[in-house]
């Protein structure tokens, strides 16, 4: 059963635009979640994270919003730039799993120009 | 800082060989983590090691092993090669920023 899902495997937007990418997960005790943007051939690149206790994040264009009681959350990219394309991926975690992630299955984004 | 290195990039085995990939993390990084990615199954957790120990396991069959040296370097091994192992083997390493993981470039194996 997939823990973390990500349920678009891909979203286009325009070059200014804002892209967002949803994130639902089943499994209430998780406490902190990431995103990482991977290209290919390249290992996962840390983006932004936000812990449980926080429903907010913003660190630059991107801004993670955390919905606890529905068990979403969503990363914000805004203006949206060519180089953003990639592969998203959601990643959570729990108390006693410390380091060991639970990933979604990634959403490639596309920005046009 | 160095990042996390992954060696080597590209391997390809026969169905039933072993393997051993190695993994050096972060300089002070002493936790390591393996997964595993493919198409169909995206980015699966393996194991973490921690000071020499395993930590935490994910879903794998015993095949699948680790380990950790006192210098947090860390080899994975997987023996009796089966097609479907055929996977992008990604290695993390975490410490002092909270549950943040950094990940290497990856090995490619390919089991022929």
């Known amino acids: 059963d997939q823990q973390v899902k990500q349920n678009s495997p891909s979203l286009s937007v325009q070059e200014g635009r804002i892209s967002i990418l949803n994130c639902d997960y089943t499994?209430?005790?998780?406490?902190?979640f990431l995103w990482y943007k991977k290209y290919p051939a390249e290992g996962p690149t840390f983006l932004i994270s936000?812990?449980?206790?926080?429903d907010k994040n913003e660190d630059g264009r991107f801004t993670v919003f955390l919905n606890k009681s529905a068990k979403h959350l969503s990363l914000h990219i805004v203006p949206s730039q060519p180089g953003d394309s990639a592969v998203y991926f959601c990643a959570a975690s729990t108390p006693q799993a410390g380091t060991a992630l639970i990933f979604g299955k990634g959403t490639t984004l596309s920005v046009s120009s | 800082k160095a990042g996390v290195t992954q060696t080597p990039r590209y391997l390809i085995k026969t169905r039933g060989q072993q393997v051993t990939l190695s993994c050096s993390p972060i300089?002070?990084?002493?936790?390591v983590s393996w997964y595993q990615q493919t198409p169909g199954q995206g980015l699966q957790f393996l194991f973490e090691y921690f000071s020499e120990t395993q930590r935490n396991k994910g879903n794998f069959p015993g095949r699948f092993s680790g380990r950790q040296f006192s210098n947090s370097r860390s080899e994975m091994n997987v023996s009796t090669l089966e097609l479907g192992d055929s996977a992008l083997y990604l290695c993390?390493?975490?410490?002092?920023?909270?549950?943040?993981?950094?990940f290497g470039q990856g090995t490619r194996l390919t089991v022929v």
């Open positions: 993390a390493s975490s410490g002092g920023q909270g549950l943040r993981a950094f």
């Open positions: 499994n209430s005790m998780f406490d902190y």
């Open positions: 936000i812990s449980s206790i926080k």
């Open positions: 300089s002070g990084h002493r936790s």
